[in-house]
Nanobody, 115 residues
Framework: QVQLVESGGGLVQPGGSLRLSCRVPRNIFSRYTLAWYRQAPGNQRALVARITTGGDTNYADSVKGRFTVSRDSPKNTVYLQMNSLRPDDTAVYLC?????????WGQGTQVTVSS
């Protein structure tokens, strides 16, 4: 059973920042592309940001310039730094690990942006 363990969600005011973390098993971290997705009520799950094992990144247009994805090899952890948060960023954020036909998900962490 592969477990991706997310943390760092919460309630933040518009314009604020949060950093999400996802701890990944070592054998997964070294081989898999890691990503963050989000899902708001009534919406489909959507890619937020992705980082390859080589460090290449890509972002959803709606978060470019505000969010940064990174990976910390010694800690086997992928981060999502979220700045200038807006109410429409409110969603459950899920960590994902993908390699070839293998695809794993974390349990999700709630991010709520509200005054």
């Amino acid at each position: 059973q592969v477990q991706l363990v997310e943390s760092g969600g919460g309630l933040v005011q518009p314009g604020g920042s949060l950093r999400l973390s996802c701890r990944v098993p070592r054998n997964i971290f070294s081989r898999y592309t890691l990503a963050w997705y989000r899902q708001a009520p009534g919406n489909q799950r959507a890619l937020v940001a992705r980082i390859t094992t080589g460090g290449d990144t890509n972002y959803a247009d709606s978060v470019k310039g505000r969010f940064t994805v990174s990976r910390d090899s010694p800690k086997n952890t992928v981060y999502l730094q979220m700045n200038s948060l807006r109410p429409d960023d409110t969603a459950v954020y899920l960590c994902n690990a993908n390699w070839e036909r293998n695809n794993y998900w974390g349990q999700g962490t709630q991010v709520t942006v509200s005054s």
